[in-house]
């Protein structure tokens, strides 16, 4: 991973792909590489559809080595929903290949001198582009099974659909799974509108003939990845609950205890969730013999993911993740999981953000346009935004501009984008990465581990009302550094909870690249990361008026418990001083 | 007080697990209250130790609790136990956890000191892999439903469960249970029971 791959989009004659030495971006992987590259390439201010605007995408510091749990990837930009920087982050085949071919990311920028759209082949051999208008407005299946007759199986795809295509603000960028599937996606903040933007439908990978990633030092990097192995899966979460339902286990506990926000956000349970819980899904999908445990990308051995078939026993997409249960179920008041699961397929066939679409859907049926519980509305909705009618180009573009099209106040966005799937009146404390996060609204963005492993900032007392500030903070900071490892965040229940498997991934790390990294370390990396982000927004215009959750949530009491988000906007000012 | 009518299940012991789903919704069970979670768990539930370290995230009344000594059961409470859980979210609702701060809008306080009702109903939810840890012992023990829960169940049971449900009976005596469906009234309350045709040997 010595070199970035750059396509300028404008140049003469179409597209050119130069391979350019890492320079000053070495030592950098996954979210580290895509918000450097944004910090100090791209101008704050700069539309994000525009020339000066560049889409990054970075595999993870452990990506192609035969570390587990390593197959992350990172895609960067200047968000057209946000606003401010992106980083998005996808599971899928991708991170592997492109860091097994050599390259710490692919850099697309420059303007399209014509309409063409493109493809761009990458394989050992170098670096193919070629205009091929027969994708315009392929679905994500359709031009994959494209891809496949084209290249062979061999090979993974990094695409958009339609959205992309139509640079809708919640477009994504896809990944093929080990099954050659687009069930993977980065999924937040229009990524893939920026990907549309320079013309490029699809980047296919093909490594073979590469070889995996040599460490420096062999004996200890195997011996660090046993360890890390053998933590996660001796781990209740990473070994347990979520091989066996996946992250959709959350929605039973979440509505037990008043925290799914139902209605678009009106009220903490929903009557539907049993119908629509991980525990039910795992038993339907293994009675139409579909998997519940199956990995996103080869080397993950947490499994969360799985197989939905339909009534038939068909597949119809992969298991959906919680967030989209939420956000497609109780969010709209469906409880009809096949219905969901149709749901799911279509934001990935489109290339949409599935927890943008979902809260976007929920504003449009507060609007009127549907009543909650409609599933068939809501897919029809989803079919709008596929086919880009002036109603779908709407929807497409989110949560915000649809509630501002449709004249709706109560609409649950920060910094423009839709919050997920846990409510913030009811779980405070997420409520402050939401409002802070430089993102927007984002569950992941404080996600992993904190103070007591890593001591950021001292040992948090987690009793004293501003400890959710301080544990906001030290989330956030542990979280982008993890982002930028190319490890899959749910390595972090293992990492939190043992000491020992968060040394194994330091040992990992060390290994590999020769390194003596400690804690300090992985905490300075995350500084890094956010004060870069947080610098360009600011740049860009956000104020500490953007780090606020929309105003009702300070004042309609959220059921069953009648809670209020009652963080003090000063506290939430105090988030990033360290 | 009146008997409730009580139906008992007698399946393969892979069967048990079609009714774990029940358990995710909520059950009845009549036991002695007045106790505190962890007594509760102990003798009602007859869990032991190493159970009761598994479950991760207890909530009562829809709050999350911390301390398992202190909360008390009381008439009419709902018990809802889970393993522990991903994400931020679930490390949060985990009891007395690094990061409890974030939910204490929804943290259980328990305000009584004690309880004068010795005995009542509470309702039990048992999620994800509680489910086969608790379930069978649940189940054997006994839970009321409301007929039309129980139908409406029932009615989604497969062929396959059918063959391999060895025995049915209400009030102690063998019944069809298409006759029993007929027979029975939206707002009754039944005991459930069920039991594997291994344990019964």
Redesign the interface.
């Known amino acids: 991973m010595d070199k970035i791959l750059r396509i300028d989009v404008g140049a003469k004659g179409g597209p050119k792909a130069t391979a350019v030495p890492v320079g000053d971006y070495a030592g950098l992987g996954g979210r580290a590489m895509t918000s450097a590259i944004i910090s100090k390439e791209v101008p704050p201010l700069c539309h994000p559809l525009g020339a000066d605007n560049k889409l990054v995408i970075a595999p993870g510091l452990l990506s192609g080595t035969a570390s587990a749990m390593s197959g992350r990837i990172s895609v960067g930009c200047k968000s057209p929903l946000t606003g401010g920087i992106k980083e998005a982050n996808s599971g899928g085949q991708a991170s592997q290949v492109l860091a097994r071919l050599g390259y710490s990311a692919i850099v697309l920028e420059g303007k399209p001198k014509s309409d063409d759209l493109y493809k761009v082949f990458v394989n050992k051999d170098g670096v193919r582009i070629s205009a091929d208008n027969s994708l315009r407005m392929l679905t994500n299946y359709d031009l994959v099974a494209k891809m496949k007759a084209e290249y062979g199986e061999k090979m993974c795809c990094i695409s958009i659909g339609p959205a992309g295509e139509m640079k809708m603000g919640a477009a994504t960028v896809a990944f093929t799974d080990m099954e050659l599937r687009p069930t993977r996606h980065a999924g937040r903040g229009g990524v893939g509108a920026v990907m549309g933007a320079k013309n490029i439908k699809v980047i296919v990978l093909d490594d073979t003939g590469m070889a995996m990633r040599p460490p420096k030092d062999p004996e200890k990097f195997k011996d660090a990845n046993k360890r890390f192995v053998d933590g996660l899966k001796k781990h209740p979460v990473t070994g347990q609950g979520l091989p066996a339902y996946g992250t959709n286990v959350l929605t039973n506990i979440l509505n037990e205890v008043g925290g799914y926000p139902t209605y678009n956000f009106k009220q903490g349970r929903f009557d539907g969730a049993a119908a629509i819980s991980g525990e039910t899904l795992a038993e339907t999908e293994k009675k139409r013999g579909a998997n519940p445990t199956h990995g996103c990308h080869r080397g993950c051995v947490i499994q969360c993911s799985g197989t939905y078939n339909d009534k038939d026993g068909h597949f119809l997409t992969k298991q959906p993740e919680y967030e989209t249960v939420w956000a497609h179920g109780g969010n709209c008041g469906i409880s009809d999981m096949d219905k969901i699961a149709m749901m799911d397929f279509l934001d990935d066939n489109y290339g949409i953000d599935t927890i943008e679409m979902g809260a976007t859907i929920a504003v449009a049926m507060e609007a009127g346009l549907a009543k909650f519980g409609d599933a068939d509305a809501a897919i029809s909705f989803i079919h709008e935004v596929g086919k880009g009618t002036d109603l779908g180009r709407i929807l497409g573009n989110g949560a915000a501009l649809t509630g501002k099209a449709f004249g709706v106040e109560r609409v649950p966005v920060v910094k423009g984008q839709a919050m997920p799937a846990y409510d913030p009146r009811a779980v405070q404390g997420i409520g402050v990465t939401y409002a802070t996060s430089p993102m927007g609204a984002d569950h992941t963005a404080g996600y992993a581990v904190t103070a007591n492993v890593l001591k950021v900032g001292g040992d948090v007392n987690a009793l004293k009302p501003e400890g959710q500030v301080e544990l906001s903070r030290n989330l956030q900071i542990a979280t982008a550094a993890i982002d930028s490892t190319g490890m899959c965040l749910f390595i972090a229940f293992a990492v939190l909870d043992q000491p020992d498997t968060f040394q194994a991934l330091l040992d990992l790390l060390n290994a590999f690249y020769g390194l003596n990294l400690t804690g300090d370390g992985v905490t300075d990396l995350g500084k890094m990361v956010l004060k870069m982000e947080r610098d360009f927004n600011k740049a860009a215009g956000f104020t500490p008026q953007h780090d606020r959750l929309p105003s009702y949530f300070k004042t309609e009491k959220f059921a069953p418990h009648n809670v209020t988000f009652e963080v003090k906007d000063e506290d939430l000012d105090k988030v990033f001083n360290w | 007080m009146l008997a409730i009518p009580h139906l008992d299940f007698i399946v393969a012991k892979p069967l048990l ?1 079609e009714f ?2 029940l358990l ?2 909520g059950v009845l069970i009549r036991c002695r209250v007045s106790c505190s979670v962890a007594a509760f768990l102990r003798e009602e539930l007859r869990a032991g130790e190493d159970t009761i370290a ?1 479950i ?2 207890i ?1 009562l009344d ?3 609790v911390d301390d398992i000594e202190t909360a008390l059961i009381k008439d009419g409470s709902v018990l ?1 136990l ?12 985990r009891r007395g956890g ?9 943290t259980y306080h328990e305000k009584a000191e004690t309880c004068s009702v010795k005995e009542g109903y509470v309702r039990i ?1 048992i ?3 509680l ?1 086969a840890e608790m379930g069978p012992c649940l189940l054997q023990r006994g839970v009321s439903l409301k007929a039309e829960d129980l139908l409406s169940f029932m009615a989604g049971l ?1 062929q396959d469960f059918w063959k391999g449900c060895r025995r049915t009976e209400f009030d102690n005596k063998p019944v069809d249970l298409r006759i029993l469906q007929n027979s029975l009234t939206a707002g009754d309350e039944i005991l459930l029971s069920v039991s594997s045709a291994q344990a019964e040997a």
């Not at chain 2, 889970?82 to 609702?93: C, Q, R």
């Not at chain 2, 690094?98 to 929804?106: E, K």
């Open positions: 697990s774990f789903l995710q919704q598994k991760q995230s909530f829809g709050k999350a809802a889970s393993a522990a859980m991903p994400g931020l979210v679930g490390a949060t609702l690094a990061y409890s701060s974030f939910r204490n809008a929804i939810k999620f994800n892999l489910m497969s």
